[in-house]
């Protein structure tokens, strides 16, 4: 039979125990041997890794004389791992030949790429059509000059795909690494005969690695030992049932399948892009799925960009309509250039309009926290997450590890009729030798810890389960040497079986051949510890004093429960330590044909009392989180009184609030059960499906429920919370694969951090639809009053681009990036519909609109009185002539070519036409008679005064500057300038904003169709703008509140003040 050992244990001797028979098939099958070295190239190692192709692979595998003889042609001892020599010449030689455990991942998109797809955006495909009719007709008409507004407009449109592109290119990289950093793990390995964490990348071909039920399969492996394994291999093949893995029918485990059960150790044989998961993300393109905010923004997109199309729509009919009825001498150029420049306004209205910054900013504001959040331990998987977190109503968590420390402790004791309470545990305790004994052995042998010395403390590392260790460290300050005890447990026996922890069942169990069963060689021992109270419900028996067997009478029964009891109401996690003894006939000969533990008619030999303290900052994280409206609830594996203890300690249990045991709550009658729902806050000696059942109910009920997990069997929990929390810790690979988020440190206070972040993210949404409704609704509202009104638009193409980029691009990343306040944690979540603009940011956004339309329209119809300034964009100096050059003339306006000068006499009124007149006919005798006959098309203007307009895009600008610094707050605190200073990126991308305004200004020239303005007109520019500042301060005094339905219910619970 044979032999396999726990993991662990040592290994036997070099006796053949571990290599099963493996026949030679003879066949067709090509092995390619000998690289660099070694006795099997990487060709012939991935004869044996066929995609789909099981039985070939086993055929190939036998040819190479199965495991033990892959492992000699990888050079590697089955029993000690990699060698001493390979690790100190860190594997150079192996890695050389067989490469490093890293994947080329598919290309990600070029910048080219990305600056390319912006225009393929329709708006932007129309304006720069029109733009190059623009510069077509502009030529025609004035050579020399007419193309500048055109070019203008094609320059502004190439700005903003620019910015777009490198916003979505710095988004792209930020992703990949946050990608990287949620592929990054370590595995145990075996090498030169010591187990040791590596980080995941680190492993080799030929590395022993010990996997766990719940862990990621590092690369491509061959089964060495293990039992009762079974991979969940969907992820790459499909398949839903899991597959049985062992020497015998399927050896092959596949990488980035996970282990559904058992234990095992194997042979890596494909490393990195050489292995099944390397060679499929090689082609895997990773695809950013929009998150619900996104979807509910990119509705908002759609209402507005309907309303942006209407304004369009309707400035173009204004400025068509009065271009009509304007008298033909006065109309300025010709109709073609005039539908023309309408069509440019119209379109550059509906790219205004239209917010794609929107998602942008979601999308920033994301990648910027998600990052930042790594450094309050969170590791964010999935996106949507960040922001639902911030609407959480319910957190369920786990106790130990999140709400304690996981530093466990043996601080009492209950053996052989006697309790050992704290200080009596401080020295070592006097037992019976053969007892103790018998309680070294079933806490040894029953056991996968490890005690590791390293570090400068005295105290070893625990690896493996804490439980555990505390059981081994106690057994250590005995003088018992844990390892000596669990070799001496299994060396000289084949046949045992090891069950590993079940939540289900409470407990963990190992048989191993026993010469004391029944005084029998042949005979079986069960070793069984887990939850007290349960395994005592499976004990007849208990273990005396003297080392003898006796019968657990209702006396000693109650003794032990009243100790157990006492314990759990101080906080301990109690632990059972019992045995049974089988016959050789009681048992199956094969011990893997034995499904479950026959955990009956056990021995009770001690109950150990395990303190794990509570983590020093939980109880005020617990009460932040209730102020914040959440309720929070401890589900737990631990019995009814300890669940109590540190749910009153760290202030979950409320004095109305419920504590129930899983076995209760399962049977409950569900209309007992939801109307108990809203107060229950412990759900004690709970399984993982009281756990998802928990979940799903709460859900039922509307509620956004974040749960905590660390086990395999949380997972189904955590797939059906709305915000899965995986440990990163003590959690498996299998409940990160189906978290959400992966809290790094284990710790309450990171989920506390997690739900900032998320109503942080959330703000800052809002923040960004606050600032860019205003200037949308100011800018579109005055293009299209102006118009109305017979002006020209006062912002033309490339100003409204421009706008377009401050409020889109450049306003995302400085509202985006807008950094948590604890403040956010004192307000009740929002519901899952509840509408992103509030009441009190309609009255920001109607305040402020108003204000600045006010003022811009006073300046639009007051302002060149007010200035000295001529009205619109006036032409100061143009050339005209004769039909026969004969004389040249300067105008204010836009004059017109004289014709038929020698017919034409007499002065009617024509210094409508020419202002400049007098000096004209200073200079010339023949003037025209009825200047509408004599005149025709206007010629080029040398130089416009374009100061009016250049004002009012001035005061315009300056007004959304200091806009969006009340926009960092939406709320009706008027602190709006509260941290400031500390968001670098919001400061810089003001002074981006007003340096590239100034150059605008002072150097656009015919290009931007501004005018420089002087020290006056930049000081009343920044004055008027300033004014948004005070404005919105002030308003927030005016007694507008939120809608009190737009947030959760708080579920009638006692909420901390």
């Known amino acids: 039979m044979t032999r396999v050992t726990p993991l662990g244990a040592k290994s036997p001797d070099d006796d053949g125990t571990f290599v099963l028979p493996h026949p030679v098939v003879p066949g067709p099958a090509r092995i390619e041997l000998e690289g660099g070295g070694f006795g099997i190239s990487k060709q012939g190692l991935a004869d044996i890794n066929i995609d789909q192709m099981t039985e070939t692979n086993m055929k190939n595998l036998q040819a190479l004389g199965g495991v033990d003889g892959l492992a000699k042609k990888l050079h590697v001892d089955t029993k000690t791992g990699l060698s001493r020599q390979e690790v100190d010449n860190q594997f150079v030689a192996r890695r050389a030949t067989y490469g490093t455990n890293t994947f080329v991942e598919a290309p990600s998109q070029s910048f080219l790429s990305l600056f390319l797809d912006c225009f393929k955006d329709t708006t932007l495909i129309i304006l720069n059509i029109a733009a190059m009719a623009s510069i077509a007709t502009g030529m025609i008409e004035n050579p020399e000059h007419g193309w500048v507004e055109g070019f203008t407009i094609l320059v502004a449109v190439v700005l903003v795909a620019f910015v777009s592109s490198v916003s979505n290119y710095t988004k792209e990289l930020q992703f990949r690494a946050l990608n990287a950093k949620n592929d990054e793990f370590t595995v145990k390995v075996l090498r030169a005969g010591s187990y040791d964490q590596v980080p995941v990348a680190d492993i080799n071909v030929g590395d022993i690695v010990v996997l766990e039920s719940g862990d990621k399969v590092p690369a491509d492996a061959v089964f060495l030992r293990g039992q009762d394994v079974k991979c969940n291999e969907s992820s790459l093949t499909g398949e839903p049932d899991e597959v049985t893995k062992g020497h015998s029918k ?22 990195g892009s050489d292995s099944r998961w390397g060679r499929i993300k090689a082609k895997l393109v990773r695809e950013h799925r929009a998150t619900p905010l996104m979807e509910k923004l990119d509705d908002m997109v759609k209402v507005i960009g309907y309303g942006g199309m209407g304004c369009a729509i309707a400035t173009m009919i204004a400025m068509v309509s009065i271009y009509a009825t304007t008298a033909p ?50 590791l964010i998987r999935v996106l949507a997450a960040c922001e639902t977190m911030g609407n959480c109503t319910s957190i369920c968590s786990d106790k130990t590890g999140t709400l304690t420390e996981n530093r466990m402790t043996v601080v009492e004791l209950w053996t052989q009729g006697k309790h050992y309470d704290a200080p009596a545990m401080q020295s070592p305790i006097k037992l019976d030798t053969r007892f103790f004994d018998t309680i070294s052995t079933a806490i040894c042998a029953n056991s996968t810890a490890q005690l590791l010395d390293k570090g400068a403390s005295d105290v070893p590392i625990v690896q493996g389960n804490k439980t555990e260790g505390a059981l081994l460290l106690w057994l250590r300050q005995q003088g018992v040497v844990y390892k000596d005890v669990r070799d001496a447990a299994f060396r000289p026996h084949t046949g045992d079986r090891m069950y590993t922890f079940s939540s289900e069942r409470k407990s963990m169990s190992t048989i191993v051949r026993s010469a004391e069963a029944n005084n029998n060689a042949g005979g079986f021992r069960l070793y069984s510890k887990g939850a007290a109270e349960i395994i005592l419900t499976r004990c007849t028996h208990v273990l005396k004093a003297n080392g003898t067997i006796g019968v657990l009478n209702k006396v000693t029964n109650d003794d032990i429960h009243d100790t157990i009891v006492s314990m759990a109401k101080m906080c301990l996690r109690t ?7 089988f016959a050789a006939n009681e048992l199956p000969s094969d011990l893997s044909t034995l499904d479950n533990p026959p955990e009956g008619n056990m021995v009770c030999c001690a109950i150990f009392g395990i303190m794990d303290p509570l983590r020093a900052d939980v109880a005020d994280s617990v009460q932040i989180c209730q102020r914040a409206g959440i309720t929070v609830r401890m589900v737990t594996g631990d019995n009814i009184h300890t669940a109590r203890a540190i749910a009153k300690q760290c202030g979950i249990l409320t004095a109305d609030g419920v504590a129930l045991e899983g076995p209760v709550f399962r049977q409950m009658p569900k209309d007992q059960l939801l109307p108990l729902l809203p107060k229950l806050q412990v759900l004690a000696r709970s399984s993982p499906d009281d756990k998802h059942m928990l979940v799903t109910m709460l859900r039922a009920r509307q509620e956004v429920v974040g749960v905590t997990g660390d086990g395999t069997n949380d997972a189904p929990a955590l797939r059906a919370a709305d915000v899965g929390l995986a440990m990163g810790i003590a959690g498996t690979d299998l409940a990160k694969e189906a978290a ?26 809002r923040k960004f639809v606050q600032f860019q409704l205003t200037v949308n609704v100011v800018a579109l509202a005055l293009t ?47 519901k899952k519909d509840a509408s992103l603009l509030s009441r009190i940011m309609i009255k920001h956004i109607l305040v402020q609109s108003a204000f600045q339309l006010t003022a811009l329209l006073t300046l639009l119809f007051l302002g060149p009185g007010w200035l000295g300034v001529p009205n619109g964009n006036t032409c100061v100096s143009a050339t005209y002539a004769w039909i026969d050059d004969a004389a040249v003339v300067s105008a204010k306006e836009p004059c017109f070519l004289l014709q038929n000068h020698s017919t034409c006499g007499g002065v009617v009124n024509c210094s409508m036409y020419l202002p400049l007149y007098p000096t004209f006919n200073d200079t010339h005798t023949v003037v025209p008679n009825v200047p509408a006959d004599c005149l025709v098309q206007p010629i080029v203007c040398d130089v416009y005064d374009y100061r009016h307009f250049t004002f009012i895009f001035n005061v315009f600008v300056f007004a959304q500057v200091f806009n969006e610094i009340n926009a960092r707050s939406v ?56 004014l948004a500042l005070p404005l919105g301060v002030a308003m927030r005094f005016i007694p507008v509140q939120e809608d009190p339905t737009s947030f959760a219910n708080p579920n009638g619970l006692t909420i901390v003040k």
């Not at 119209?346 to 998600?370: H, N, Q």
């Not at 284990?746 to 951090?753: L, N, V």
């Not at 200004?1001 to 703008?1025: C, H, Q, R």
């Open 740 to 765: 959400d988020i992966i809290i790094m440190d284990d710790r309450f206070a990171s989920i506390k951090q997690s739900v900032l972040w998320g109503r942080c993210v959330y703000d800052n949404i």
């Open 575 to 581: 632990m059972c330590v019992a045995f049974r003894d």
């Open 250 to 271: 399927d050896p092959f485990l596949l990488s980035g399948c996970l282990l559904a059960s058992g234990r095992c150790e194997v042979i890596i044989t494909a490393i």
């Open 971 to 1026: 709320t009706n605190d008027w602190r709006v300038l509260n941290g400031f200073m500390s968001n670098s990126m919001f400061l810089f991308i003001l002074v981006m904003t007003i340096v590239c305004q100034v150059l605008i200004v002072e150097f656009g020239g015919n290009f931007t169709k501004t005018s420089p303005l002087d020290a006056a007109m930049w000081g009343y520019s920044v004055a008027i703008g300033f």
């Open 329 to 378: 001498e006065l109309r300025k150029g010709s109709w073609v250039h005039k539908l023309l420049d309408t069509f440019i306004i119209g379109v550059t209205i509906v790219v205004v309009a239209i917010p794609e910054g929107l998602p942008l900013a979601v999308t920033i504001s994301l990648s910027y926290s998600t990052k930042k959040m790594l450094n309050d331990h969170n």
């Open 784 to 830: 299209f009053l102006g118009a109305l009104t017979g002006f020209d638009p006062p912002l033309n193409a490339v100003m409204m681009l421009w706008v377009n980029l401050i409020m889109d691009t450049m306003g995302a990343l400085a509202l985006g990036t807008e950094v948590p306040k604890p403040e956010l944690l004192l307000r009740r979540p929002y």
